[in-house]
Each structure stands twice: as C-alpha cells, then as structure tokens.
C-alpha cells in the first residue's frame, strides 16, 4: 500500500489562482497504476488565514479545508505567489510565521511564483539558491540580499526548499516532485493529463524576452521577437533584422537596446541555446545536427558559445539530460517520444497561428 502524501497549499487574500489551482490539479492527477479511479498518491489541501472564503486576485474565490490554526500535519508545504503577499505587509507576516512554525515538521517546503516573498522574511532561505517570476527578481534580490537568486531558473531545488519561477512554473515543480516521489512514469502519466511537457528545456527568459520585447517595443518591432524565434536556423545578420523593421541598421541596434536592454546578437545567441538545449535533451539527437538546426555557423561556433554560456559542453548537457533507456521498455519510450512529438506539433502549429 502506498502511503497518502497531504501537500498543504496556503490561500491568502489576493493570490494567484493559478499557483493553487495549477500544482493542486498536477498533484490530483497522480494515481497509482493498480487503481487511477481511486488510487490518489496525494491528498491536496487548501489552508487560509482564517477559515473565511479567499478571493484571489482574478476574483476567483476559494473555501480553505482548514486555516492555520486548525492544519493538518503536512508532508509539503506550498506558498503560491500573489499580490497580496507582496505588497500586504500583514498578510506576508502572517504567511511567514505560519511558514516557520511548519519547517520542522514538514518534509519540503516550496514557492510557486512570488510565494517565495512569503518565505524569504523566516531566515530559512539565507544563503540558498532561489528563483521567482523573472518580473520581480530584481525587486525581490533587493529586498532579500542574503539569498542567491536563480532569475533564469524554471525550479531550483536546494536542499528541502524549492522554489518556481512565474506561475505555469509551478506546474514544473510539482511534476518535478512527482517524478521525485514516485518516479518517471508516474510524473509522465500527470505531464500528459495536463498536456504539458513533462519538463521544458531552458529558463523563463525563453518565455518571457519574445513577450517583454514585443510589449515595449515601438510598433515597427513588435514582430522582430517573434520572427526571430521562428527563423533560429535563418541569416539573422542585422541588416536582415533591420529591413525587416525598415529601419538603418544603426538605428535597429539603438531601438532593439532602447526596448530590450541588450544587443539583437546577444538575444539571438540565447534563443538558439534555449533551444538547442531542448534538442540536445531528444534520444538520439547529434551535436553537429543541432549546431546547424538552430543556425550557428559551424560546430565549433556552437560548442564555445554552450560553453561559455551553460558551463559545460553540448555532449556533456546531452549526457546529463537525455532520457535513460533502462527506465522503461522499448515500446513504452516509442509510444512516449510519437505523444510528445504530436504535442510539439500542434503547440508549434498554434504558436504561429495565434502570432
């Protein structure tokens, strides 16, 4: 018989719904293989201020099972992110002693978002690695100077602490907890539930750089991000760029800093590793291969550019993060590799529609 786990989610007013709702469907969705109707690996359970109804910040209101009088023993403990917790002194305050009252007794604690404002303040992250939503890193180090944050990072785990970057991430923690508590198969069962990735290659700024540049540049740029990131194998020499946004070249380069904060070479270089990451992390994929697909010039090119960047070699990354054959059948890892070949398929295919 497997053993219940109950993972604890807090309710404040003003949180994110979707850090709640987000990890406690991925955590429901875990069954085991003898029995999925009712065979729950985990118990979720939600924990407000006050046994009151919560109202998150999209008016969406939640009813706490318990409040922080009356909590359960929990074996993990989840602080979603929220406005209230960053700008609510009380309301932080009181997340914060709850939070340290519980980190004896409680196996993990971990943030989704901006929780991590609501642990920070207890000390217990001092000198940890951390991330949060890349929007508020900044704000958040600052504030917080005693801990190293991770603003790229999807999840950093360090130690019985984990925390997530800006919202979906907290699916990809919770999946990650899955996989960590009852191994691959079970985590991949719950990734095609939700018809998410099992884990995505990259960090948030793969997500949120097409997004930030397309927001706050002048309208001749507002597709140049997107064009990019779907031409990574195309010439993106600056003239190029820069007819397509009509513009001189000089005058691009000056727009593209003004909008992004960084040269349109350094936004290129990040965009083909974040996805020649991705590839490297595919059964079978070759180096030589990938170098090309993403559109550096030569491998060579490519190898110092991952090195420099990521710390080690694509060969070593590949090693380090393509799937291990011995963990499940030949026809198994087939049936895996055609569903989430399908789903990148139909997400491409979606993407450039909606762009």
């Known amino acids: 018989m497997t053993t219940v786990r109950r993972i604890g989610i807090i309710a404040y007013p003003n949180v994110q719904a979707l850090d709640i709702v987000g990890p406690a469907d991925a955590f429901d969705s875990a069954r085991s293989a003898e029995d999925d109707e009712t065979g729950a690996l985990y118990d ?9 109804p919560v109202i998150s910040g999209s008016g969406v209101v939640f009813q706490p099972r318990y409040s922080i009088h009356n909590s359960p023993r929990l074996d993990t403990l989840i602080v979603p992110g929220g406005r209230g917790l960053r700008t609510q002194p009380r309301v932080q305050a009181s997340v914060a002693r709850w939070v340290q009252s519980q980190a004896k007794q ?8 901006t929780g991590v404002y609501g642990i920070a303040p207890t000390g217990l992250l001092d000198g940890r690695k951390v991330t949060t939503h890349w929007r508020f890193a900044q704000d958040f180090a600052a504030r917080f100077p005693k801990l190293k944050v991770q603003a790229n990072s999807l999840y950093v785990k360090d130690g019985e602490f984990y925390t997530s970057a800006g919202i979906t991430a907290g699916i990809d923690l919770s999946l990650a907890l899955i996989e960590e508590d009852f191994g691959p198969r079970v985590a991949l069962e719950v990734a095609r539930e939700l018809v998410v990735y099992l884990k995505r290659s990259g960090g948030q700024e793969q997500y949120s750089a097409p997004l930030q ?4 540049a002048e ?3 507002a597709d140049v991000a997107a064009w990019i990131a779907n031409n990574l194998s195309e010439n993106l020499g600056l003239e190029r760029l820069a007819e397509r946004a009509n513009v001189c070249p000089r005058h691009f380069t000056r727009l593209f800093r003004q909008s992004f904060g960084t ?8 965009l083909r590793l974040g996805e020649a990451r991705r590839l490297l992390g595919e059964r079978g994929s070759r180096v030589e291969h990938v170098a090309s697909t993403v559109g550096f010039a030569s491998t060579d090119a490519f190898r110092r550019a991952f090195e420099r960047r ?5 060969s070593q990354y590949r090693g380090r993060f393509q799937p291990n ?4 059948s030949r026809l198994r890892h087939e049936s895996d590799m055609i569903a989430f070949s399908t789903l990148r398929a139909n997400r491409d295919a979606a993407r450039s529609q909606n762009r």
């Open 106 to 113: 409680t196996r993990r604690i971990a943030s989704v978002c």
């Open 263 to 270: 040269s349109p070479a350094d936004f290129i270089e990040k």
């Open 213 to 216: 540049f397309q927001s706050q």
């Open 325 to 328: 054959g011995r963990r499940r």
């Open 44 to 52: 979720v359970v939600l924990i407000g201020l006050s046994s009151k």
């Open 219 to 221: 309208d001749r740029l």
């Open 310 to 314: 990521l710390g080690l070699t694509p």
